[in-house]
């Protein structure tokens, strides 16, 4: 289970965060957390904005790269 070490991210953000490094799309995401694609969206773009990344893509990369994510329960 992955885990996010990042203290910016809310526990929601985390998750989506976690959903987002494994390839799943918005609307993939809101299924599982029982929640809307508009809100993932919202999380989404908090991250991106809280992380200055570019796009998603960016956002992935720079949670891989600055070891936010981790191995853990």
């Known amino acids: 289970m992955l885990k996010v070490n990042s203290p ?3 526990p929601q ?3 989506v965060l ?3 490094v494994k390839g799943l799309t918005s609307i993939e995401i809101a299924k599982k957390l029982n929640l809307s694609p508009r809100t993932i969206e919202s ?3 908090n991250m991106i904005r809280k992380t200055n990344s ?3 893509i ?3 990369i ?3 790269q600055q070891g936010w994510l981790t191995e853990g329960a």
Do not use: I, W
């Open 8 to 10: 910016d991210f809310s």
């Open 13 to 15: 953000e985390e998750k």
């Open 18 to 20: 976690k959903e987002l």
């Open 43 to 45: 999380y989404r773009q």
């Open 54 to 56: 570019k796009n998603t």
């Open 58 to 60: 960016d956002l992935v």
């Open 62 to 64: 720079s949670a891989v």
